[in-house]
Each structure stands twice: as C-alpha cells, then as structure tokens.
C-alpha cells in the first residue's frame, strides 16, 4: 500500500459510518444547501470510497495524470461560481442525487473542499453499502486564510502527529498550517550548512529533538495533498537565543545576517513550494535600523513573500507581504493583508465560555474578508512545559476549539469581535439559538469522529446560575458574608434582598484573563471583591455524578504556581452540594518556585479525573463562593476571577436557579 492510501484508510474512514452527519450536522455549514429527495447508493463500499478518494487526491495534485474516474463521479471545471460572495477560487458546488455525485469548482481546492463536505454526509449500513444524502450545495469562505499554529521552538510535536492534524483539520477545509520552528528554547529545523542549531546541547527544552529535512518533505508531501499552505517560521532577529548559543553571535551582526541569508537559502530550496515565510520581528530590541528591510528584501529575492508580526517592525505599505496581528495593539496598516491572531492565542483559553466566544466572534470586525483581512490563525503557545503533544490538545481543548474555528471562519458573520461579545454566553433568542444549534453539531462531531482524540467538551446551556454580589471583602479572602449563611440554608427565600444577576454556561467569567478588554460578567471588576454562585439540579434518583469543577484555567504559557494543599486555589474558592464541602483533588504539583519546566499535571480539570458528587432523589443545592484579591500576585501573573461546573454523566438532571420553596412548588 502506498503512502496517500495508508494516509487515507487512517483518516477517511471516521467519517463514513452508522452515524451519518447529513447535512444538519456538517462542519463547516454551507453557505447554501437545499435537500433534495433520494440519495445516492454507492455499492462498493468504504475501501473502494476510499481507493477514489487517492485518485482524487493524486489528481488535484497533477491535474495533467488521466485519471479513470467512475461514470457517476464527475468534475466540471467552471471559470465562475456566481453565488460566491468572495473566494471564489476555494468555492465549489456540490450536487447530490439518485444518479451520481457531480463537483464543481474553478480549482482544485474548490473540489477539496466538495469532497470533504462530501465525506460527512456519507452513511454505511450494515452491508457494507454507502449512502450520499441528495442536495445542492453552494459553498465558498468568508475568509481566505483559515489556520493552526504551534510553538515548536518551545515544545515538540512529533512529525506524524502534526501530519494527523493536517489530515483531520483539512476535512474541516482548515487550509493553513503556521510553523513556529525556531525560539529561544531551542531551534527545530535541520540546518546542513549549521548542524550545530540543533545539536542537543544548544537546545534548553526536550533536547534532541528537531525536525529533520525528511521530516519536513513528508509533512509537506501531507499538505500538499490535503491543499494545506505551510508557513514555516523563522523567527528574527528576537526570540534566538536558541541561534546565538549555537553560532556564538547576534543575530543582526554581521556574522549573524550572513548566516541567517544562507539559512534562508537553505528554506527556500526545502520549502520549495511554500508561497509565504514568516521572519517574526516582535518583542525585541533592534539594534541594526537596516537588519528587518535587508532580511526581507532578501527573502522576497529568493520568491517568498514575507509575513511579519505586528506588533512588531514598523512597515510602510509595500515593505511587507503581509502582517500578522498578535496583540490588542496589532493594528492594520493601509492595504497591507493582515491575518488576525489577537484574540486567538488558545493557551489562554478555557474549555468553555472562551469557545463559545470564538464562535460568536467575527474576525477582526468584518463578517467576512476582503483584499485587506485575509483571515486568521488559532495560535498555540507553550512556554510552559507540557509533558508531551496529547497534553498540548488536551490541555489547550484544541480539537473542539479548531472545530469551532473552522465554522466561524468559513460561514463568517458573528454576533460582533471579542471585545464586544465578550465571554458572555448569548442571551434568548436568535444568537443564543445559532449557538445552540452549533454546539449540537460540535457534540455529534465529538461523539461520531474524535472517540481516539482528547476533546474535553460537554453540553453546557442548562447550566444556569444566579451570580450574588460581589462584595467588597476588603483584601480578607476568608471573610464570611450574610447571604453565605443564608446559601447554605435550606430556605433562600430571602437572596432578593441582595445584590444579583444570572450567568449561564459551563464556565462563569466574572473578570476574563484579559480584563476590560474582553467583558465578562461582572462589568467593572475590582481587586478585593466577593461573589457567590448557586444552582440547583434535580435527580430523580440517588445517584453518583461527575463533575469538572475549577477555579483558575491555567494557562499554558504561564510558570504559575499550583493551588496549595487543601484548597482548590489561591484565591479561597469553596464549593458546597446540599451543605456539604467538596474537596479538591490532591494536586499533583507541588512546587513552590515558578518555574516554566516544571509541567502542568493536574492544575487543569480535563487533565484530572473528574470530581464524584452525590445527589439525593429531588432537589439538590450547589453553592460556590467565589473571593479574589488582586488580579495579579506572586502566585498567578493572571488571577482568573472564574469557575468552571459541569455534569457529564448524569441520569435525567434537570436545573433551576430558584428557591428551594419555589422549586418545590413547580413539581
């Protein structure tokens, strides 16, 4: 069996099976879809499904080859799909009925993206025998760039790991892999011309351990296959302390700008077919006003068009191809494109209400792109230790946060950018209804494809919460306020005499991780303040449940510190059921100097097993208090004022916010 084919009957398969994803239930939706009556019957089943799906890919690779297609698959070349709004030349049509499958498409990566939507509506019975709902689907991006990044430099992923997620994310017409390859920590690309970049001893993190050229070309043979852009990146002249403990010197001196130019020679005749290279240039200081203007003008001579940072170099229009913004501050800059990473550096994010903000979210305040917003890259970075690449998906909820990347930046819209929508989960209504439906497709998706992959996810919309405060607890976590007794009461009859809002949601943001920036639930947040949380579930039995509870979502770039024995963090957070403490688990870390090699272990719920709760047969009261100090402390660079509460297995819950007496009174 030849390589593509191994490639396909490791991947292809997941998504032709008993549990048929019809067109409801694709990721990402089409633009325009209308069911038809029928289907078609394929009966040769999934090997020779599978068999087509190589021909295919061999000949989107070499549109010159004579391939032999069946008579009921069929390609049309078109100079023009009129319903696309923008992108046409990744637009398709694709048309489903009794007598055979037809794309239509002005390229090839048009008919990529048919076949992928294609793949999801395929059902296998119990023969063997597959079956293609009919429909007529129009279907183009918003936006032309739809990325991944991973931090290498500061972690490793192994070669075939990297290839998987090319092959899985491209089913969801993902198209750009960004490869961070150099940091300070270590450099990760083979050099032959400085053997010495990745020699184990100048590496400070999983010493060793590069990719090789081979490694490169295969992955690159991946891409290609699966019409995936790969943007390696150097990073330059910042970030390469990794170069200089290599090569003994700066890299804007003399002697570094000459190695840099041959390793750059050295990129180009590797990544041979990559339009774009990313040189980097933030976050440090420039010694030599003419290092960035050289190191470009010299990457366009060798035929790549450069990307940049920003913030970062300051450019005027025609000095750069191309800015990737990272930060708040990362603005655009006239007719440069841009690709929007500001509020998408995912090791800040939480299972939960930061996805569901994604998915609300638009791309940098446009529904849909334009010659200027290309689109945008979910970034991944590590400069804590993890202990391998499962832990970067699990810890960064990666799959189900791609997925939902992948939604948003194909079918475009958005109830507004992050610094609107903030990490409030949408209110009644239509927003609350296009999430809604989503997140059942995100769920079927979870359930039908990804049973091999981590992807912490549960249902979150009956999680309702009334949100009591907060109070001013003046810098004393400890302190007791009234409603607390009266919370862990069995008559709350009288909450209304105090402050209060509801929040709904898996995790509640009371001050998100970037502040005012990204509005959360409590409008101005103050140091030194406490809340209380309650809900309540009913059980129509005794029955044990498990639950992810968590205080603080460490992020996956911070050296922080674990939460002290005891306690579930640094903050005094409590939480009761029916009255009764729930301890924390027996965290694992135990180390009380920060330190970013140390590797997050159980910090994180979905890296721990979850948390056993008795429910009693009726009405059961959860109770949490919520205190936090300063938003910032020698524990935690980024206190996150934040709880996370989730059932994932009980039998026939159900949920409301009001009183115990109330509750009673609805049965």
Not at 426 to 435: K, L, M, N, T, V
Not at 455 to 470: L, M, R, S, T
Not at 535 to 564: G, K
């Amino acid at each position: 069996m030849n390589r593509i084919a191994l490639f396909l009957v490791c991947f292809v398969g997941i998504f032709l099976n008993r549990s048929f994803a019809q067109v409801e239930f694709l990721i990402p939706k089409p633009q325009e879809s209308v069911l038809q009556e029928g289907h078609f019957r394929f009966q040769g089943g999934k090997e020779e499904f599978i068999q087509l799906e190589e021909k295919l890919l061999l000949f989107l690779k070499d549109s010159s080859q004579v391939i032999d297609f069946p008579s009921w698959f069929q390609i049309h070349w078109l100079s023009e799909i009129p319903e696309a709004q923008v992108n046409h030349n990744q637009a398709y049509r694709l048309l489903v009925d009794q007598s055979g499958i037809k794309f239509e498409a002005l390229t090839s990566a048009g008919v990529f993206n048919a076949w992928q939507t294609l793949k999801q509506l395929g059902k296998e019975n119990e023969s063997g025998t597959l079956f293609f709902q009919a429909v007529h689907i129009n279907d183009w991006p918003a936006f032309r760039i739809r990325g991944f990044m991973h931090d290498v430099g500061r972690s490793f992923i192994p070669v075939e790991e990297l290839m998987e997620q090319i092959r899985i994310l491209s089913a969801y017409k993902i198209n750009v892999f960004h490869w961070h390859l150099t940091e300070d920590l270590a450099w990760r690309l083979e050099s032959e011309i400085f053997p010495e970049l990745t020699a184990a001893e100048n590496m400070e993190r999983f010493p060793g351990l590069f990719y090789t050229k081979s490694d490169v070309r295969k992955l690159l043979e991946v891409a290609k296959l699966h019409q995936v852009t790969v943007i390696p990146e150097i990073d330059m002249p910042g970030h390469s302390a990794a170069f200089k403990r290599a090569l003994g010197v700066d890299m804007q001196s003399p002697q570094g700008i000459r190695a840099l130019k041959m390793i750059l020679e050295e990129a180009r005749e590797l990544f041979k077919d990559s339009p774009y290279i990313h040189l980097g240039t933030d976050e440090v200081e420039f010694t030599d006003p003419e290092f960035v203007p050289e190191m470009v003008a010299f990457a366009r001579s060798l035929g790549f068009k450069v990307i940049s940072w920003n913030p970062g170099w300051d450019y005027q229009e025609g000095e750069i191809d191309m800015l990737h913004l990272w930060s708040y501050q990362g603005k655009r800059n006239g007719t440069i494109p841009v690709i929007d990473s500001r509020f998408h550096y995912i090791n800040h994010f939480d299972p939960f209400s930061d996805l569901v903000s994604l998915f609300r979210s638009n791309v940098l305040g446009q529904p849909q792109g334009d010659e200027v917003v290309a689109g945008s890259i979910l970034a991944t970075w590590n400069d804590r230790k993890l202990a391998d690449s499962e832990s970067i998906l699990l810890e960064n909820n990666f799959y189900p946060l791609m997925l939902t990347f992948a939604e948003r930046t194909w079918q475009g819209g958005g109830d507004g950018y992050f610094d609107e929508v903030g990490v409030r989960y949408p209110e009644a209504g239509s927003e609350r209804e296009a999430w809604e439906e989503f997140e059942d497709r995100l769920l079927h998706h979870q359930t039908s494809y990804f049973s091999n992959h981590p992807f912490p996810y549960v249902k979150q919309p009956e999680y309702a919460w009334k949100i009591i405060g907060p109070f001013d607890n003046e810098g004393d976590l400890d302190r007791i306020f009234p409603v607390e007794k009266v919370l862990l009461s069995n008559d709350t009859t009288s909450l209304e005499s105090f402050p209060q809002f509801e929040a709904r949601g898996g995790t509640i943001y009371l001050r998100h991780v970037w502040g005012p920036l990204v509005p959360a639930y409590v409008s101005d947040p103050k140091p030194n303040s406490t809340a209380y949380a309650i809900t309540r579930v009913y059980s129509p039995i005794d029955q044990e449940v498990s639950a992810w509870i968590s205080f603080q979502d460490y992020s996956r770039s911070e050296r922080d510190l674990p939460p002290p024995a005891g306690d579930w963090d640094w903050k005094g957070s409590k939480i009761w059921v029916n009255g009764q403490v729930i301890s924390p688990p027996n965290w694992q870390n135990r180390h009380v100097e920060k330190s970013n090699e140390i590797a997050l272990a159980n910090e994180n719920f979905q890296s721990r097993p979850p948390t056993s709760i008795s429910l009693k047969k009726g009405w059961n009261q959860v109770v949490l208090k919520l205190p936090v100090g300063q938003f910032s402390t020698s524990e935690l660079r980024l206190v996150k004022w934040m709880f996370t509460f989730t059932l994932s297995n009980g039998k026939d819950l159900s949920y409301s916010i009001v009183s115990m007496k109330e509750t009673e009174k609805r049965l």
